[in-house]
């Protein structure tokens, strides 16, 4: 990582306040090259507290950007961080009503030339994509980063048309504590903050709630999802991901739909990051240059050669033992002009056997990893042994290099039991190597009911027979000779996926019929491999967080736990997102999180999740000290969804706000 400490331009920021129509102001931080001429404006919008959440990593980038001769701005939407207004579900209307504002008021600012850009990576990236689609005469181009064109089978709310267990609800816990967090004195004034935050408390509504209630995808999940109109979308449009993160097929399907002059994808070995912080798995590239280059083409009009690079550049990675980790994964870039690619060929591999009962234990699915992988030691999937264990395998032989790129298929013959004609099938494709190492490539999941169409819930007749076919998440992998293809089939995928009732009886897959189908691409040459290049990651300076040394022994990121008479499973989870640090600015802040997921491995409705979150904020010199406590709880009966929500503000020792949701939501699909 390169540190850039010298720029084409001399940089100032400030803080300002950013007027909507309705009177509500929204805070935001503006960092601008110093010099009389207009110059394009850059955009990243998130309600994750621009004055101390996101701020190390927003020094990383929007300095950078206006050392290089943009104005760039960090704006937090209304409800949080230090923005008025109360907090709405995420990407709602009025979010996104907001920023088409704020985007014009950037434009008519005398320090803007009147285009505008705008970026960001999973909230910023999504609500970048959907701002596109409402078209906003001064936006000119995006880069979304880990985003989502399809909000309901590609976010954190369902797979497959299942519900994700994983981060259904971790997100939403980790949303109400975000909500409930207050403004900070120090910026939205001594008197302010606590007005602001109460207004906003007696507003908050646990997200699960809503996320829980719409199982299909009906128009909750189509508004804000640009799949249902990719012509609406008219500003450039680079998207970015990383094969380790769960919304990279975002990527393929935005070169595939809109028009080439005006988009190009890129996809690497990266995790739920931009790919310029050096987090597992690398190699990490100079990514903000390569933005440099589109904002450049399309916010100036100069050739900077970003559109004469292919449609998709993607990196392919060599075969690698199984890990939770890895500092850098071998492989190389390859480019592609269109997309499907005239350089990926289908290829089947006809499953046989006689017909086999798939009946997967419940805690099926403890070493999937972490949905969204961050770069930590524990994300990533361990060996699949044990998961293939208790799964049915079908396996290929690998007789020459075999590069799979894109999104594999499966096609599977299969008789369901389960008596509510309820149920799912889960699909991994698993790298074998010589010595019995199995290593996770990729993974895919149907809820029976979605069989038809994830916007209808149709039962399976038991004992009845069915073709399904589904897609797997894409990938770019390797297999080299000598290795096996693995395709595990397994009938529970805990904690991922919630398990369904009358799920334990499994179904019965026949080979007959049923196939693996890889997207094989051609192998390149050195010499075509070595047209892909990036320059070195660099960043501005950073911003000078402190993280106290501490004597508590730190929590494992991920613990299984078995209780061997009981035949249940417990899976703790430290998320790791921050712990203790201290700001420049005198801000203290602590935050702990932790997650339990819990199953008997014979009973489906034995499935339980909670989530616990713990924040102090505290600023010494103004004698401000806040806390908030927030619990969060699932389980579930054959019919219903049981929640179990509670939020404790406090303010030094007053408890200011204490509130607990309680909640049955009926099982429609999930």
């Known amino acids: 990582m390169k540190i850039r400490t010298a720029f084409p331009y001399e940089t100032a920021h400030e803080d300002v306040r950013i007027p909507l129509a309705d009177g509500t102001r929204l805070y935001a931080r503006v960092w601008r090259p110093l010099t009389t001429e207009p110059v394009p404006a850059l955009l990243e919008y998130l309600p994750y507290r621009l004055t101390d959440w996101t701020a190390p990593r927003d020094w990383q980038r929007h300095p950078w950007y206006a050392g290089h001769g943009y104005a760039s701005v960090r704006v937090d939407v209304r409800g949080h961080?230090?923005?008025?207004?109360?907090?709405?579900?995420?990407?709602?209307?009025?979010?996104?009503?907001?920023?088409?504002?704020v985007i014009h008021w950037l434009a008519a600012q005398p320090w803007c030339d009147g285009r505008v850009g705008m970026f960001g990576i999973s909230w910023g990236g999504f609500n970048s994509l959907q701002l596109a689609a409402l078209a906003p005469e001064p936006l000119k181009a995006v880069v979304t980063v880990c985003s989502t064109d399809d909000r309901y089978d590609n976010d954190v709310h369902y797979m497959g048309g299942s519900v994700l267990a994983v981060d259904m609800h971790a997100w939403a816990a980790t949303m109400l504590a975000f909500v409930a967090r207050p403004p900070d004195p120090a910026y939205a004034g001594e008197v302010m903050w606590r007005e602001l935050w109460l207004k906003r408390l007696e507003a908050v509504d646990p997200y699960l709630h809503t996320w829980l209630e719409h199982q299909t995808r009906d128009a909750y999940w189509r508004h804000g999802s640009v799949c249902e109109d990719y012509g609406a979308v008219r500003a450039a449009v680079l998207a970015v991901g990383g094969w380790h993160d769960p919304y990279r097929d975002t990527?393929?399907?935005?070169?595939?739909?809109?028009?080439?002059?005006?988009?190009?994808?890129?996809?690497?070995?990266?995790?739920?990051?931009?790919?310029?912080?050096?987090?597992?798995?690398?190699?990490?590239?100079?990514?903000?240059q390569e933005t440099l280059r589109w904002w450049d083409h399309w916010l100036r009009g100069t050739d900077t050669g970003v559109m004469a690079e292919p449609l998709l550049r993607s990196y392919v990675s060599d075969s690698h033992p199984p890990a939770t980790v890895y500092d850098v994964l071998p492989g190389r870039w390859v480019g592609d002009d269109t997309w499907p690619s005239a350089r990926v060929t289908p290829v089947s591999y006809a499953l046989r056997g006689a017909p086999v009962r798939v009946r997967s234990p419940q805690h099926t699915g403890l070493d999937a990893g972490r949905f969204f992988p961050f770069g930590n030691d524990a994300d990533l999937p361990p060996d699949?042994?044990?998961?293939?264990?208790?799964?049915?395998?079908?396996?290929?032989?690998?007789?020459?290099?075999?590069?799979?790129?894109?999104?594999?298929?499966?096609?599977?013959?299969?008789?369901?039991?389960?008596?509510?004609?309820?149920?799912?099938?889960?699909?991994?494709?698993?790298?074998?190597?010589?010595?019995?190492?199995?290593?996770?490539?990729?993974?895919?999941?149907?809820?029976?009911?979605?069989?038809?169409?994830?916007?209808?819930?149709?039962?399976?007749?038991?004992?009845?027979?069915?073709?399904?076919?589904?897609?797997?998440?894409g990938i770019g992998h390797a297999f080299p000779p000598g290795h096996r293809i693995r395709l595990a089939v397994s009938s529970a995928y805990w904690p991922w996926i919630w398990p369904q009732p009358g799920s334990e009886e499994g179904f019965t897959l026949d080979p007959a019929g049923s196939a693996l189908e890889l997207p094989v691409r051609a192998r390149e040459s050195t010499s075509e491999e070595s047209r892909i290049t990036f320059d070195e990651a660099e960043q501005s300076e950073p911003?000078?967080?402190?993280?106290?040394?501490?004597?508590?022994?730190?929590?494992?990121?991920?613990?299984?736990?078995?209780?061997?008479?009981?035949?249940?499973?417990?899976?703790?989870?430290?998320?790791?997102?921050?712990?203790?640090?201290?700001?420049?600015?005198?801000?203290?802040?602590?935050?702990?999180?932790?997650?339990?997921?819990?199953?008997?491995?014979?009973?489906?409705?034995s499935a339980r999740t909670h989530s616990s979150w713990s924040i102090r904020l505290h600023r010494p010199e103004l004698g401000w000290d806040t806390r908030v406590e927030t619990r969060s709880d699932i389980t579930c009966d054959a019919e219903n969804f049981l929640t179990s929500n509670e939020v404790i503000c406090k303010d030094g020792d007053e408890v200011v706000f204490h509130r607990t949701w309680e909640r049955r939501i009926p099982r429609t699909a999930g």
Not at 274 to 281: H, K, Q, S, T, V
């Open 81 to 101: 961080g230090n923005s008025e207004g109360l907090p709405t579900d995420e990407y709602s209307a009025t979010e996104l009503a907001d920023g088409v504002e």
């Open 251 to 288: 990527v393929l399907r935005l070169v595939e739909n809109l028009p080439p002059d005006r988009v190009r994808g890129l996809i690497g070995p990266w995790s739920h990051q931009y790919p310029d912080r050096g987090l597992p798995p690398g190699p990490a590239i100079g990514f903000l």
């Open 384 to 473: 699949q042994r044990e998961e293939d264990a208790r799964s049915v395998c079908f396996e290929f032989e690998v007789p020459e290099e075999t590069w799979v790129l894109g999104r594999p298929r499966v096609r599977l013959r299969l008789t369901s039991y389960a008596p509510r004609g309820r149920g799912q099938v889960v699909a991994r494709v698993c790298d074998v190597s010589p010595d019995g190492a199995s290593t996770l490539v990729t993974r895919g999941v149907l809820n029976f009911s979605a069989r038809h169409g994830r916007d209808r819930a149709i039962p399976w007749t038991p004992g009845t027979t069915e073709e399904v076919t589904f897609e797997l998440n």
């Open 543 to 605: 911003l000078g967080v402190a993280f106290p040394a501490t004597l508590d022994e730190p929590r494992p990121e991920r613990l299984v736990v078995r209780d061997v008479a009981k035949g249940e499973w417990r899976l703790e989870v430290d998320p790791r997102y921050g712990g203790t640090r201290v700001y420049p600015d005198g801000l203290e802040f602590t935050e702990d999180a932790a997650e339990t997921y819990t199953i008997n491995e014979s009973d489906p409705l």
